[in-house]
Nanobody, 124 residues
Framework: QVQLVESGGGLVQAGGSLRLSCAAS????????MGWFRQAPGKEREFVVA????????LYADSVKGRFTISRDNAKNSVYLQMNSLKPEDTAVYYC?????????????????WGQGTQVTVSS
């Protein structure tokens, strides 16, 4: 069982930055692939970025390449999403997800565990 809790969301002006965190419970963090997804009102959950179990392979959505960076710290059982140059279209609830496999995975249905989400709002 993997339990995930996101934090770090908030309100920011366009061009600003936010750093999201996802903390995992237990001692299994190093054995899971992780991903970040987002969902805006009226839209489907959208892939943002994913990282493999070892952290060696990363996949980014085209819409966030060059602006967002994923990283993980196994000692702290956490994965992070650094978001720079934020745009209003980045506004959404952001979720972290995990799967006990190598990964990375880019489809929501490929993940087994999800956090509760954290709201990110980018004003014009």
């Amino acid at each position: 069982q993997v339990q995930l809790v996101e934090s770090g969301g908030g309100l920011v002006q366009a061009g600003g930055s936010l750093r999201l965190s996802c903390a995992a419970s237990g001692r299994t963090f190093s054995s899971v692939a992780m991903g970040w997804f987002r969902q805006a009102p009226g839209k489907e959950r959208e892939f943002v970025v994913a990282i493999s179990r070892s952290g060696a392979r990363l996949l980014y959505a085209d819409s966030v390449k060059g602006r967002f960076t994923i990283s993980r710290d196994n000692a702290k059982n956490s994965v992070y999403l650094q978001m720079n140059s934020l745009k209003p279209e980045d506004t959404a609830v952001y979720y972290c997800a995990a799967r006990q496999a190598v990964g990375p995975f880019v489809v929501p249905s490929e993940y087994d565990y999800w956090g509760q989400g954290t709201q990110v709002t980018v004003s014009s």
